[in-house]
């Protein structure tokens, strides 16, 4: 379904809900003036035994009732004519058989009841697709186009496409995924990543459709538009985590097929053993109403949404629900190095040019070449060169060996830039580099050089730690996860350096894309429920075989979003642990309400069978008892508020280098390589 289409069909249902409560209003006032009527003249229109209905109260409550009930009997007719079973026959019966008995009151005021629980339910999921339709909002409906003359015009914004430029002001919302190509501002963009505070951007970086520009005019070339972009897809994944169902919600589908006739059963059964044939019949009435298990149906996915919408307003998008239940069963970890327990914010701290090679041209031929990868190694490469103005070569033929190294012709000769061990896999004579003046040092990450045969020399890189790292991992442990596990492409003195930093359990370095595979399986058999974070572009066959997977910063990532069940859409590893959390809190509240659920109509069930529960007095507590699991539900949305610490899920500030960490926080980690 479109953006629009899902906007059309909100529009939609919030109609019909709103024509649904208009009506019910309207019956739910005639209901009330029968009683009025009846109070209003209570004598002279009956004989002396009193027996004479009232007629103008009967015709009021009647044309309530029939107002009031006709849906619902309509809705289960329509059900069964087409071979459906659902549990609101039980509801429709129940009026039914009120209405035969010249109930009129009593029907209307049960249908009444109903109707409100039902918009209850309907407002309910309701409530969900227009958060997704709040989502849409964000994306304006226009856009300006700057053409090739300079010129702007305003256009509607789906038609948008690739290599557009459009011009975004103070205070609008940006209408795709783009690049800035003149102008900085300031960017809110809280919806996207979760994160508070706003961020800065400036010429060359990516900016995000719905997002909003705070502070400059923003010129911005197109890349993403539509539901290509990265808001769309969190639409998507909204959209589908709402529609799995967990195995607890098929159990009750799969069931209710027999529980209805079972019910009408155990009615005729206690209506048939009453002596007293309209007592018997109030009764039945009494235990089709309660026996409705609306409270039980809602009890899984009221939860599952409100922890849906808690998880996205923090940036953490789950894909499936099921994932959210396997999160409170984590016992292992396994979290990549670079872009996860580091800030994938690689610098160039050392170049090493072997005799005869100056360092300029070394930097020119490794950019030259890692101008076409995206990974933090080459862009890292590529901004050193620009900024000590190095001119980059052309370079064709382009190939990159995942987690080792690229290639590509340059001036005729082939140039490669990767790891040591790969380049001699190659055949290359590295001895040039076996001087002790060209030794690799310790805890720095090194790319090496060469040109056809020869060895260029090397470049040093450095990352950091994320300062939150450590305090995220220890959180982990405190929920007994008991094996973390960090693996790397990276050589392992740095490595262990990291996994020093981090208090890891386990570390392993210089590893493949697919020797990551053997990890997770190998956790797996020994009986781990296995949680693989990583940021989603080498990690990629990796998180899609960990039990459940974590892309790290997936805003504006394909692959994250595709390879992951669940997306971070920031770089904050303390939504690890409180994604633990929010499972193990979502796990307690659906337990609650199915408890509950249960609870109310066996309890109910024995009222009506024992005559304390009038049909009237049944569907009041029916509908309170659908509000409280509702409500009991809707405590999730604001989980983790309440939390001391939750400062650390909006304050997105890190200190600067020069400024001295809080006391009692985890020591700052060293430099270490990608």
Not at 56 to 73: E, H, S, T
């Amino acid at each position: 379904m479109s953006h629009y289409d899902l906007k059309s069909a909100v529009q939609r249902e919030t109609g019909r809900a709103s024509a649904l409560l208009v009506a019910t209003l309207m019956g739910g006032v005639l209901i009330a003036s029968s009683f009025v009527a009846d109070y209003a003249f209570p004598a002279s229109l009956r004989d002396a035994s009193g027996a004479t209905a009232n007629p103008y109260a009967q015709i009021l409550a009647l044309v309530g009732a029939v107002m009031l009930g006709f849906p619902l009997v309509w809705h289960a007719v329509t059900s069964i004519a087409h071979g459906e079973m659902h549990m609101d026959e039980l509801v429709a019966l129940a009026i039914a058989a009120a209405l035969a008995l010249g109930k009129f009151q009593e029907a209307g005021i049960i249908a009444f009841f109903m109707i409100i629980s039902n918009l209850i339910e309907t407002r309910t999921a309701l409530g969900a697709r227009a958060a997704v339709e709040s989502l849409l909002r964000l994306t304006p409906e226009r856009a300006n186009v700057i053409q090739p003359d300079g010129s702007e015009i305003e256009v509607e914004s789906k038609t948008l496409k690739t290599g557009d430029v459009i011009r975004v002001r103070p205070g609008d919302n940006i209408a795709a995924d783009g690049e800035i190509i003149r102008g900085e501002s300031t960017i809110n963009q809280a919806y996207i990543t979760g994160e508070s505070l706003p961020v800065d951007r400036s010429l060359g970086e990516e900016v995000f459709g719905g997002t909003t520009n705070l502070t400059g005019v923003l010129d911005i070339r197109v890349t993403k538009a539509g539901a290509d972009t990265t808001l769309g897809r969190v639409q998507t994944l909204i959209q589908e985590a709402e529609r799995t169902r967990l195995p607890v919600m098929r159990l009750i589908d799969r069931y209710a097929g027999w529980y209805t006739p079972t019910i009408v059963m155990l009615a005729a059964i206690v209506w048939y053993f009453t002596e007293d044939r309209t007592l018997g019949m109030e009764k039945a009435i009494a235990m089709l109403i309660v026996a409705c298990p609306c409270a039980l149906v809602l009890a899984t996915p009221t939860a599952m949404v409100a922890a849906l919408s808690c998880a996205a307003r923090l940036g953490i998008l789950i894909k499936n629900v099921i994932h959210l239940e396997h999160a409170r069963n984590i016992t292992a970890v396994v979290l990549d190095k670079t872009g996860t327990l580091t800030t994938g914010e690689l610098s160039v701290t050392q170049l090493k040019p072997i005799e005869g090679v100056s360092g300029a041209e070394l930097l020119q031929l490794a950019a030259s070449v890692e101008q076409f990868s995206k990974h933090p190694v080459a862009r890292a490469v590529v901004d050193v060169a620009r900024k000590a103005k190095i001119t980059l070569a052309e370079a064709g033929g382009f190939e990159e060996t995942i987690g080792r190294g690229v290639s590509a012709s340059i001036a005729g000769a082939k140039v490669r830039v990767g790891r040591k061990t790969w380049l001699a896999d190659q055949g290359l004579d590295l001895s040039a580099g076996d001087n002790p003046n060209y030794a690799e040092p310790e805890g720095v990450s090194v790319l090496h050089v060469t040109q056809g045969d020869r060895l260029l020399g090397w470049i040093g890189l450095e990352d950091k730690t994320r300062p939150d790292a450590r305090a995220a991992l220890d959180d982990l442990r405190s929920l007994g996860v008991r094996q973390l596990t960090m693996v790397t492409g990276d050589k392992l003195s740095v490595a262990k350096r990291v996994a020093a930093e981090m208090g890891c359990s386990e570390v392993q370095a210089e590893v493949l894309p697919a020797q990551k595979l053997a990890i997770v399986d190998g956790l797996k058999k020994r009986g781990h429920r296995v949680m693989v974070v990583g940021d989603g572009v080498n990690d990629a066959p990796a998180l899609a075989a960990g039990n459940m997977g974590v892309a790290m910063g997936a805003a504006g990532s394909d692959v994250a979003i595709n390879s992951a069940s669940i997306a971070l859409m920031n770089n904050e590893l303390d939504r690890l642990p409180f994604l633990i959390r929010l499972s193990r809190t979502t796990t307690r509240v659906v337990w609650q309400n199915l408890i509950f659920g249960v609870l109310f109509i066996v309890v109910t069930q024995a009222l009506a069978i024992w005559g304390g529960l009038t049909p009237i007095a049944a569907a009041v507590l029916h509908t309170l008892a659908t509000a409280a699991v509702i409500f009991n539900s809707a405590r999730l949305v604001r989980f983790g508020e309440q939390r001391s610490d939750t400062s650390s899920f909006f304050d997105t500030a890190e200190p600067s280098a020069g400024e001295p960490a809080p006391a009692g926080a985890p020591p700052r980690a060293l430099p270490a390589a990608g």
